[in-house]
């Protein structure tokens, strides 16, 4: 079901309750007059800061608004589920239906805000032996898991792409600064962690496993989260298997954590996981 996330309250980080959506009106394509959700924007986006769009519907802005659908500047303003329609406001109207919040939340752009999932594997082993899962009979995959800051709960170590940024560029930076810490490594650290990047996040390694919408609690009618979610996997254990781990930015704590279909994730990273065990054979 979609929007399971995208319709949960309160809005994260507040108080805001939405406006309820039963399952058989998440579809624009089903009349709903009675349907009044709520306007809502963070304080940290009203602020305006560099990373988040101006509100062009305010007084002076609307010549100067976004081109949607389109590579506006260094915003790629497209979205993996194609062309979007604009509501009668000429607002970026929610592909996959209504959240019951319109405006943007705690996300920054109107229409899509991408991301980027690195999802780095490796295999669990005893005695240098894969272990083999009693019920399944298949061998057992380790992530790299974090602890979000914001929320409490465990995810893969993503974030946002930064404008004029290609995806690659951003898997590489999200996991250092959210997995190793890279931001406070001394000289010789991050040496070391670009010589270890080099031979894990090369692309003959990288395997994408998911590229479209996300189910995040933080989408509305006008803003949602869309991602590619792209797996390193090392497959002997003799690289990034042996990577110390170190929690920093929007990290909490982080670890290698046992792929299992049981996991309680952030968002949809749940749904990136079970694609990577189908990709390896692996235990879910």
Known sequence: MIHVKARS????????????????YVSWSIPWPKYEPVDYTADIIKAGPEWADPDFRMEGQSEHGPRFNAVDGRIDRRSFQGCYELDEDKLPRNPMGRTGITSRGLLGKWGPNHAADPIVTRWKREAGEKVIHEL?????????AIKRKDCG???IPGGMVDDGELVSATLKREFGEEALD???????EKDLLRTLFQSVFSK????EVFAGYVDDPRNTDNAWMETVATNFHDDTGDSVGQMDLQSGDDAG???WSDIDQKLQLYAMHSHFLKRVTDLWDAHW
Do not use: H, M, N
């Open 182 to 188: 890279s931001l406070t490594a001394s000289k010789l």
């Open 9 to 24: 309250s309160p809005y994260p980080g507040s108080r805001v309750k939405r406006f309820p959506v039963p399952d058989g």
């Open 253 to 255: 704590c982080v670890q």
């Open 204 to 207: 003959e390694k990288a395997k």
């Open 136 to 144: 399944s009979g298949k061998p057992i995959l380790q992530f790299v």
């Open 153 to 155: 709960e465990w995810a």
